[in-house]
């Protein structure tokens, strides 16, 4: 996709619509974990039709390993415990940052990157 179309799309609709998206997406968490983390793996699509981390319609279908990386997770019970306590509510502060650097073009790559460590301050995933 050309630059400058989303560049526009970003001025337009991008900046507006990922707020909505990734509110929608933190409820989504609060309701069912594995719909909001489905939702938030599209913001890049939403905010600036970035690619999806997704396959795409036609891509040969693989299996999807979790963990591949060899990088070892906290046990499930604990990871539970953090959501509980502190996930849920850091990870609505931390989606508000992001976006809000988002709409600042200065601050666009960071707020990318701080949408990327969005599974570790909900669950304390660890990332590759």
Same mark, same amino acid.
């Given at each position: ?5 989303? #560049?526009?799309?970003?001025? !337009? /609709? ?7 998206? /990734?509110?929608? &997406?933190?409820? &989504? ?22 690619? +999806? ?11 999807? /390993?979790?963990? &591949? +990386? ?15 306590? %502190?996930?849920?509510?850091? +990870?609505?502060?931390?989606?508000? %940052? &992001? ?15 701080? #949408? +990327?460590? !969005?599974?570790? /301050? ?7």
């Amino acid at each position: 996709m050309p630059l400058f179309i989303r #560049f526009g799309y970003f001025l !337009l /609709v991008g900046w507006w619509l990922t707020w909505i998206w /990734v509110q929608l &997406a933190w409820l &989504a968490n609060l309701i069912g974990l594995p719909a909001g983390i489905h939702m938030l793996n599209h913001v890049p699509e939403i905010l600036i039709l970035g690619a +999806s981390r997704l396959p795409r319609q036609g891509e040969r279908n693989e299996i999807i /390993v979790l963990n &591949a +990386s060899g990088v070892s997770q906290l046990a499930r019970p604990w990871r539970l415990i953090y959501f509980l306590l %502190v996930g849920w509510w850091a +990870s609505l502060i931390w989606l508000n %940052v &992001a976006w809000m650097l988002c709409i600042t073009l200065l601050g666009l790559p960071l707020g990318i990157l701080l #949408f +990327s460590y !969005l599974p570790t /301050v909900t669950t304390l995933r660890r990332l590759e």
